[in-house]
C-alpha cells in the first residue's frame, strides 16, 4: 500500500493522527517528538554559547578571535546552529540512508502559483511598500558602489539566514505539528526563532544591533505564521521555506523598518484566514522529517 508522505510512524512506533504502522523500511527511519528537546539544547546552546562569549568576554574574545561582525566565521557558526542541530539529530537517529532522505526535501519544489506568486512578487511588494511609507524609497536606488559588491551581498545572503531553514522548518516544525495544529506550531516556533536572536542584539558590529528587538519579534512570529501553510502547501520542502528566508534577507530591496513588519501582520493575518481550514486542523499538516518513498 502506498503511502502518503505524513503518514509514517515515529521511530517509537507510537501512532499519531492519520500513521500507518509498520510497513516499509522507511518507518525505522523517522524521529520522535522527544528530539526536539536535544534539537533546542543544541541550536541555543551553539549561538548563545558563542554570542555569550563576545558579551561578557569582550576583550579576550576579540583578542583571539577578532571583533565579532556580521560576517565573522564565528557568527556563521552560531547562525548554522539550527542546521548543525538538525544535522546532527538526523545523523543519529537515522544514519547516512535518513540524512540522504532529510537532503532530498531540497529538491521539493512544487507548490500553488498563489504562493509563488507571494515569493517573487508579494515579498519585494511588502519592502518597496514600507519603503514608500517610510519615505526613502528613492533616496539610494542602488545602495551598492558596484554590480560586483551587489553580488557578493547576494551570496552573502544565499548562504547565511536561509541554511537556518535545514532546523526550524526541517525539523523543529514537523515534530510541533505532530502535537499541534498548524498555526499553533507556526506561533511557538516563531516565539522561539524571535527569542533565539536576542543575543545578536546586545552586540555591536552585528546587523541585529541596529535594530529594536520588539518588532524584530513581533516580525518573526508573524513571518512563521506565514511560512507554515507554505510549507505544509510544498510538502515540507526546506528549498522553498529557504527561499522565503532569502527574499527577507535580499540585499537588493530598500530598507523599510519599522513599517515592513506592520505589513507582514497583516499578511499572516490575511494567511490565516485564507488558510484557516488546515490552520486549525493538523489533518495535511508535514509532520515527517523523513519523506516516505
Partial sequence: MKKDYNEITEITGQAGPGTIIGTTGTDK????????????LITFGLAWGILALFIFLPGQMTEIFGELTGQHPLFYLAVYSPAIAAFVIVLHKTGLRGLKGFLSRLLIWRSSLSWYAF???????????GSLIKGNLFDDPFPFPSVSALL???IFAMI????????????ALPLLQR???PIWAGLILGVIWGIWHMPAFLLSGTQQSEWSFVPFFIGCIALSIIVTPLFNRSNGSILLTAFFHFM???PIFPDAQPYDT????VIAVIVVLTNRKTMFLKRGAVTSIIPAK
Avoid: C, D, H
Wanted: glycine share 8%.
Fill in 160 to 171: 547565511k539566514g536561509p541554511v537556518e531553514e535545514f532546523g526550524w522548518r526541517g525539523v
Fill in 262 to 265: 506592520f505589513i507582514i501582520i
Fill in 152 to 154: 557578493l551581498a547576494t
Fill in 248 to 250: 527577507l534577507m535580499n
Fill in 179 to 181: 502535537k499541534f495544529a
Fill in 29 to 40: 527511519l523517522q524521529i520522535p517528538v522527544s528530539s526536539l528537546i536535544p534539537f533546542l
Fill in 119 to 129: 515569493l517573487f512578487l508579494g515579498i519585494p511588494l511588502v519592502f518597496i511598500t
